[in-house]
């Protein structure tokens, strides 16, 4: 059966600080992969997709990266760390063909202090 | 990409059928509706999806209208673990895009 890993599952690093979030897929070849987040008392935000190695698709403009330097790991990163980026990190799964469902990884708090 | 639109929040009572409506009027013939949920401090959860039939599993029942414009969410005996946000979405290709949603609120 396939499986999500993400982490860490909390952190708390101080502004301008740099930040790295990985999720792994496991049991599953060449998936979609996303990463959204959430701020406090809102709703989701898409942030970056992946449809294979290497290809990464950014919704919205931020100092925030992506990476995909393997089928089934996706990388959040960031060198320096603002306020804003403050929320929670979800980074999600689905199969490259049929139903667009997305399976959840169970979320990285971040707190920018 | 065709848009949704949710009523903001809903009460239910627990052990009553839960009515979900979700508009998309704009849908065109080959795009499916998504139904997810997310309970609070965690990532959202899968419920279901359908193209133009109606369409039941064990968590959900998924009713769409006959001219696609609009869609209900049926949770046939809700309980208070049913409480949640719960996200009526028309995906654009790869891309999931959720909105405010539903807030549901079972109460006993």
């Known amino acids: 059966s396939q499986t999500i890993h993400q982490w860490p599952a909390t952190l708390v690093q101080p502004v301008g600080s740099p930040l790295s979030l990985e999720c792994t897929v496991e049991g599953t070849s060449n998936p979609n992969l996303y990463w959204y987040r959430q701020a406090a008392g809102r709703g989701l935000q898409l942030l970056f997709y992946s449809v294979g190695i290497g290809q990464i698709s950014s919704e919205v403009p931020q100092n925030l990266s992506a990476s995909r330097p393997q089928d089934r790991q996706f990388i959040l990163s960031s060198k320096k760390l603002l306020l804003s980026d403050s929320g929670f990190y979800l980074c999600?799964?689905?199969?490259?063909?049929?139903?667009?469902?997305?399976?959840f990884g169970a979320g990285s708090r971040l707190t920018v202090l | 990409d065709a848009k949704t639109t949710q009523p903001p929040s809903m009460d239910c009572a627990e052990g009553r059928a839960a009515n979900l409506p979700c508009n998309h009027s704009t849908i065109s013939g080959n795009e499916y509706v998504y139904w997810y949920r997310q309970i609070h401090s965690q990532g959202p959860q899968y419920i279901i999806h359908g193209l133009k039939n109606n369409e039941t599993n064990e968590m959900a029942s998924l009713i769409i209208t006959e001219d696609r414009k609009s869609s209900t969410l049926i949770l046939p005996h809700a309980t208070l673990r049913d409480t949640a946000v719960y996200y009526c979405i028309v995906p654009n290709d790869y891309k999931l895009s959720f909105g405010a949603g539903t807030t549901v609120t079972v109460r006993a």
């Open positions: 999600a799964w689905s199969q490259s063909s049929g139903a667009n469902v997305l399976t």
